[in-house]
């Protein structure tokens, strides 16, 4: 629930100048609601893609204040986060909810950037590997595996997002490897198409040092994307280690 029409506009416009000819990372900007026709007008026939921080769990009908996934298209949206930790804390949503809302997302052809973690009192008893499992049961349970493929997941450790403290390399490493693992088996095709970033204080210092780490996809990134100069530094770390892996 940041920016407005002025200060996206100069974001935006930011973003477009700076991140225009990357080759290899992909940049998607996620903007709150009323301004998705912002994003659409500033961004469309560019390369960075646009989408929604949220969705409602119905096709339509009488939701008072809820949003579809035709709404978002008609704003030419290609991506939705999905479970944001600030959604399931703040406003109550259920894994089932957030299931709901990833299929239908996927019905209708929208990407969903499913976001997963553990809190800081979970990791300090052990149990982060159940915790995200289960959030990550609760799709698979209604979906299938297989629902994962052209997915993203963001691995976003409640105690790194917005903190400073973001996770370690090799923390995130072990987390990323027990996604991945856990959703690509029995679909080992699924594992090709299937992303999984990482989340929780990503900065300019960092980003190299995250991205390199293997199987980190990319970032999703809160508050340094309110800051055109970091964003850009994020965004070009990341098509840095892509040449990295490229050549
Ligand atoms: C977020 O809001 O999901 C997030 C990752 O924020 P930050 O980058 O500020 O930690």
Known sequence: MHGNLKQNAQLLNAYLKELSDLS???????VPYPYLAQAQQLLQNTSIAWGAQNMGKFESGAYTGEVSADMLLDFGAQYVILGHSERSTAYCESDENIADKFMLAKQHGLTPV?????????REAGVMEMVVGQQLDAIIKKCGVEVFEHAIVS??????????????PAQAETMH???RQKLTQPSAQAEGALKILYGGSVNPQNAVQLFSVNGIDGGLVGK?????QDFVKICQAAEQVCETLVE
């Open 224 to 228: 340094c994307s309110l800051n055109a």
């Open 177 to 179: 490897q027990f996604i």
């Open 24 to 30: 290899h990372a992909k940049v998607v900007v996620c």
């Open 114 to 122: 499913l976001c997963v973690g553990e809190t800081l009192i979970e």
């Open 155 to 168: 691995y976003e450790p409640i105690w790194a997002i917005g903190t400073g403290l973001a996770a370690s």
